[in-house]
Each structure stands twice: as C-alpha cells, then as structure tokens.
C-alpha cells in the first residue's frame, strides 16, 4: 500500500472512530457546569482516546499508540480539530509535559513506574512557578533539602494547572543555594497524596478555577524519584518547558484552523460579509493560521528526527499566541454587542468557542503560560540570534 492510501485509510478509520465516539453535545453540556461534572466528563473522554491510540501519537515508536510519522499525527490532529472533540484540559500535562520528560530525561524504573499510570488516568500537575519566581524561573525558593536517601521538600507553587486533581507533580525545587541560581535546581517527581502537600484551588474571572496553589510542608520525596543529577533540575526542567511550547501546539494550531468558519459566520450574522476592510482583515487571519499550522508540524518533523534547536519551541509558542489573539479580536470586534460581554465558561473547550469575549481573555493564557511572549522573543533574540543579552537586572525563564 502506498503511504498516500495508508494515511487516507488512517484518516477514514479515525473519522469514523470520533464520529460515533465523541461525546454528543459537549459544549453545551459543559457550559458552565460544576467541576466535578466536567472531571468525569473528561475521564471518560481520556480513556477513550487512549485505549484507541489516539491520545499519544507523540510518543515514540514502543510506547503505547507512539511511533507515528509526522503525516500520521497531523491526520489524527486534523480529525480530533474536525470532530471537534473536546480537549483534555485535564490530562495534558501527563500526556506531554510528564510522559515527554520521563520518556528524555527519566530512568527506566522511572518509565517503568509511571507510564503506565499515565495512561491509566493518573493526573499530573507542573509545579514550577512560585509567587516570586515566574518569568525569572531560576530564582525559585521552594527548598528541596536532602536527608539520606530523602528530599524535605518546603515551600509554595503557583498557577498549577488541575493542581487540585492531580496524583502527582513535576517539581523544580532548590537543592543549593550557592553559586548560579540554575545550578542549584533538582527535578523531583512528587506524590500529590503524601503527608504535607496542601492545595488551593485559583478561582478565575472566567469562573473557571483550572489552576491551584500548593503549599508544601516537610514532603518527603524519595531520592529514586529524582529526574537527572541533584542540580540538573535547569536542563531538565527546558525538556518539560519545549514540550509545552512546542508539542502541545501542533494539534492547538489544527483547532484554531477548523474553527475558522465561526469568525465567517460570525460577519455573515452581523450582516458584515460585503465589507471589504474586514474581509481584509479576515483573509489576513486565515493566512496566518495556516502559516501557523506550518511552523507547528515543521516542529514536530524536527522533534520527530531530533532536530531541534534552541528557541524552536519558542517560535511555535510565540506565534501561536499571537495568531490566537487576532482570530479571537477579530471574532470580537465583529461581533457587535454579542461580543462585548461574557456569559459562560465551557469547560473542556480551546480558546475558540464563539463566545467571542471569553475567547478573549482566554487568549491571555497563550501568552503567558510556558513563558510569556516576552520572554520568548528574549529566548529567539539571544539563543537563536546571538542578538546582546538584555541588562543583568533581567534573568529569563
Ligand atoms: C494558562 C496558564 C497556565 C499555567 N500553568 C502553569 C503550570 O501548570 N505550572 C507552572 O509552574 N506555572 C504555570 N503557569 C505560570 C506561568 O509559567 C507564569 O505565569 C509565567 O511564567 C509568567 O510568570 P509570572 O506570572 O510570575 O509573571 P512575571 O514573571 O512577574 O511577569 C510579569 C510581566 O513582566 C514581563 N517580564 C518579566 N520578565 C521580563 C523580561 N526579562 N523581559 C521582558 N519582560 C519581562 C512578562 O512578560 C510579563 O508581561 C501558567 C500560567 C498560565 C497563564
């Protein structure tokens, strides 16, 4: 068979797979539901997708649904974003951010012991911002303080996303305080469940709450649930960061492309489609979200044959964030008074709902989680560039 009929046959199988699989209704069903709705909701989505592969296309050939091409992701991608099946919010950090780093950096016990509680539904939360510690990652508190074959763990994360359901934490935590601040970072592997972890759920202005604060307190994690060296937290901690910046994206960028008619239907119900400055605007949008889909699968290609560079996921983060904020301002400015104020969250939904103004402050996220945008361009000005390095005052993430 040749590849051309081998993707078409993927592409048929997936099609019909999402069609009679992916939950009936969901955005109205989880519009402005209760949490604890909306955690069903997406385990059952999660097992789903996962007993059928379909959750983990990223992951390397000998792992569960892993090994697939670069055509096969985007054609599994591409039918999720068509279907419009809900994303999972919840399990994201497990399927990318953990699974990527253990699957780089961790041991084989380490893979051992946690993949498969990854696709078993284990939830994993990223712990690595404090309330003084964002941008300027390197300058985190939280103390990691070896005893034996122990870390004492003390301190305070925040901004954690589903820290309040999650099993277990990817922590970035200091083991030393002398010398540079990156060199005395070490990267556990945490159990949400042990004696001293404490949670506190961020309520949002969206009236979502889908980060948490976690507070720390005499934790003990076991030295075999180290990632790497004591002090190599740094460099692993980048792994976890490119998986957010760049991975998570791919399929993101495909969403955003198959949602594109909402932002037509929207100048054709304002009675907006004739004019020709937002038809301008319009068409400039959609080149850019295609060009977007570009850069992201010439991503994955790079991560798929270990090409990647320095500041690559950067690029895929920074100009998906900005993609996203023209699609939703102009959905917004088009809108009329619909546009202009907000109703419902919908839990389980990308930033492309319709609901113009949530779509909105939603885009916000884009360009601040895994870094913000300015941090970004610092990354493509001074890593990739070799532009001068901003004033000694600015240490970036
Ligand atoms: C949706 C979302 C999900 C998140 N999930 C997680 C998570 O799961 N785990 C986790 O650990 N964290 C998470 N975060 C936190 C995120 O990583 C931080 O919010 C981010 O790194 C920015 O840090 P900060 O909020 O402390 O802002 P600050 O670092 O205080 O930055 C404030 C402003 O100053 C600017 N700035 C700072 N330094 C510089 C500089 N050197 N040059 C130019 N401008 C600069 C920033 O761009 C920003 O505009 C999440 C955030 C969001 C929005």
Known sequence: MTTDNKQSELRQQVRKWLASNTPKAWRETMTGVDQQVFVAAQQAWFKNLVAEGYATPHWPAGYHGGGRSLAEQQVIYEEIARADAPRLIMYFVSLYHAACTLIECGTKEQQEKYLPGILNGEIWC???????????????????????????????????????????????????????????????????????????????????????????????????????????????????????????????SQRMRHKMPLLVETLKQQGLSSNQALQKD?????????????????????????????????????????????????????????????????????????????????????????????????????RMLGMPREPKQWTTK
Not at 173 to 195: C, E, F, H, I, W
Not at 223 to 244: F, H, N, Y
Not at 342 to 354: H, I, K, M, N
């Open 126 to 252: 990223q712990g690595f911002s404090e309330p003084n510690a964002g941008s300027d990652l390197a300058s985190l508190k939280t103390k990691a303080e070896r005893r034996g074959d122990k870390y004492i763990i003390n301190g305070q994360k925040i901004w954690s996303t589903m820290g309040q359901y999650a099993d277990r934490c990817l922590l970035l935590a200091r083991s030393d305080n002398t010398g540079v601040p990156q060199a005395g970072l070490t990267y556990l592997l945490l159990d949400m469940k042990a004696k001293g972890v404490s949670v506190r759920p961020i309520h949002q202005i969206t009236g979502d709450d889908e980060f948490a604060e976690i507070f720390f307190d005499d934790v003990e994690v076991d030295i075999a649930d180290r990632v790497g060296e004591e002090g190599q937290g740094w460099a692993i901690a980048q792994t976890t960061l490119a998986s957010e910046r760049g991975l998570t994206l791919v399929e993101l």
């Open 282 to 382: 319009l068409a400039k949008v959609i080149a850019k979200v295609d060009a977007c889909c570009a850069v992201a699968d010439q991503y994955l290609l790079k991560r798929i044959t270990h090409t990647e560079g320095v500041g690559d996921a950067s690029i895929v983060k920074l100009f998906y964030a900005r993609t996203l904020r023209d699609f939703v301002s102009l959905g917004r400015d088009c809108a009329g008074l619909d546009g202009q104020y907000f109703t419902d969250c919908v839990r389980g939904a990308t930033q492309e709902t319709g609901l113009w103004m949530l779509d909105f402050m939603n885009s916000y996220n884009w360009s601040i989680a895994g870094g913000s945008d300015e941090i970004q361009r610092n990354i493509i000005a001074e």
